[in-house]
């Protein structure tokens, strides 16, 4: 049992630049969601998704797309790369209250 | 606006002593608070929960406590120890519904990095 694992660890993208980064879960959690982590700022909700098929945006979804096509599987695309999403992001899935974070990928953008 | 808030940026404590952090939040829907623990490099962690019927949790050297009234809750770590060093973060769920399921979207502090001296 794996519980949240995230990929890459780290990454270096160029402004203007697209990625995914990846996020799966083998809990079997209907609730899953992508966060970034500022100093200062704590944890911000991106987007979230309650079951394979239905997303839904967070906090600060700007510049960030999602997609849930199964319940293990939910990544996170950076479409055009601004430095402002420079952060450390961090996938969660839970199937009540409870959380479970992945290590999280550190993302700097140039 | 910042519905849930951790006005303190750091603590510093003595080993054995008691940390104590705190939480205040401004978001009446709230009804389940939690804390999380952090150490560099690595995911939040979950540390110990309360629910909005009770004004105490306790879990071995973790107590949490909830003022409802005050919008304010707390966690208190007695006897803290250097491996408590680590960033605490505050988050609050306001449950909802959604095909039969309960799910909580948690809304987080921006935390508090504790450091505990030998």
């Known amino acids: 049992n794996a519980g949240v694992t995230q990929t890459p660890k780290f990454q270096v993208l160029k402004t203007g630049q697209s990625m995914t980064l990846q996020c799966a879960q083998d809990m079997n959690h209907e609730y899953m969601s992508w966060y970034r982590q500022d100093p200062g700022m704590g944890l911000r909700l991106i987007h979230y998704?309650?079951?394979?098929?239905?997303?839904d945006q967070g906090e600060v979804p700007n510049g960030y797309n999602v997609s849930r096509s199964t319940t293990e599987d939910f990544p996170l695309r950076l479409l055009s790369a601004a430095p402002s999403q420079t952060s450390v992001y961090f996938c969660?899935?839970?199937?009540?209250?409870?959380?479970?974070f992945g290590p999280g990928t550190r993302l700097t953008v140039l | 606006d910042q519905q849930v808030k951790q006005n303190s940026p750091s603590l510093s404590v003595q080993e054995g002593r008691i940390s104590i952090l705190n939480c205040d939040y401004t978001?009446?829907?709230?009804?389940?608070f939690l804390w999380y623990k952090k150490y560099p490099a690595e995911g939040p962690t979950f540390l110990i929960s309360i629910s909005s019927i009770k004004d105490k949790n306790e879990d071995g050297r973790f107590t949490v406590f909830l003022n409802k009234s005050a919008k304010h809750l707390s966690l208190h770590i007695v006897p803290s120890q250097p491996g408590d060093s680590a960033v605490y973060f505050c988050a609050a769920s306001a449950v909802y519904q959604a095909g039969g399921t309960s799910y909580g979207k948690l809304t987080f502090g921006q935390g508090t990095i504790l450091t505990v001296h030998p």
């Open positions: 998704s309650v079951g394979a098929g239905i997303t």
């Open positions: 978001n009446s829907m709230f009804d389940y």
């Open positions: 969660a899935s839970s199937r009540n209250n409870e959380q479970f």
